[in-house]
C-alpha cells in the first residue's frame, strides 16, 4: 500500500475561490450600503451587482470547461468524459464534466486518472 499523499490539479479550488470571491463581494456590498433601500438602490454597490454575478456566472461555465494538466506527465486532459464514481462503482454512462457529482450516488469526484500515463491524482 503506497501512503504517498496523491498530487492535486486544484480543480475544485476554481469553484471554491469564485464562491468566496462572490460571498465576499455580497457581503461588502450589504455592509457597506446605507439603511435606506432608496439610497442603497441608487449606490455605485448595487449597480455593480448585476455585472459581477454576470461576471461570476461565465467564469463558472468558462472554469469547469478549462481543461486539466496532469501532474505527473503533464499532458493536457479533458474535463468532460465517462468517468468512473470509486464510490458507488459505476461509469456516468455519457460524457460529464469532473466537477459534477455522480449519476447514481450524488458524491462528488475527489481524484481522477490520467488517460496518458494512468496515475491517480487529486482534483
Given at each position: 500500500?503506497?501512503?504517498?499523499?496523491?498530487r492535486?490539479?486544484?480543480?475544485?479550488?476554481r469553484?471554491?475561490?469564485?464562491?468566496?470571491?462572490?460571498?465576499?463581494?455580497?457581503?461588502?456590498?450589504?455592509?457597506?450600503?446605507?439603511?435606506?433601500?432608496?439610497?442603497?438602490?441608487?449606490?455605485?454597490?448595487?449597480?455593480?451587482?448585476?455585472?459581477?454575478?454576470?461576471?461570476?456566472?461565465?467564469?463558472?461555465?468558462?472554469?469547469?470547461?478549462f481543461?486539466?494538466?496532469c501532474?505527473?506527465?503533464?499532458?493536457?486532459?479533458p474535463?468532460?468524459?465517462?468517468?468512473?464514481?470509486?464510490?458507488?462503482?459505476?461509469?456516468?454512462?455519457?460524457?460529464?464534466?469532473?466537477?459534477e457529482?455522480?449519476?447514481?450516488?450524488?458524491q462528488?469526484?475527489?481524484?481522477?486518472?490520467?488517460?496518458?500515463?494512468?496515475?491517480?491524482?487529486?482534483?
Amino acid at each position: 500500500m503506497d501512503d504517498q499523499a496523491l498530487r492535486t490539479v486544484s480543480f475544485h479550488f476554481r469553484f471554491k475561490f469564485l464562491a468566496i470571491t462572490t460571498i465576499a463581494f455580497l457581503l461588502y456590498v450589504i455592509l457597506s450600503s446605507s439603511s435606506e433601500f432608496d439610497q442603497f438602490a441608487s449606490s455605485m454597490q448595487f449597480k455593480l451587482m448585476g455585472p459581477y454575478f454576470i461576471c461570476a456566472g461565465i467564469l463558472y461555465f468558462v472554469f469547469r470547461k478549462f481543461p486539466v494538466k496532469c501532474p505527473y506527465c503533464h499532458k493536457t486532459m479533458p474535463t468532460k468524459k465517462d468517468w468512473h464514481c470509486p464510490d458507488c462503482d459505476k461509469t456516468q454512462g455519457k460524457d460529464r464534466f469532473l466537477m459534477e457529482k455522480c449519476i447514481h450516488c450524488k458524491q462528488i469526484l475527489a481524484t481522477s486518472v490520467c488517460d496518458h500515463c494512468k496515475q491517480e491524482f487529486r482534483l
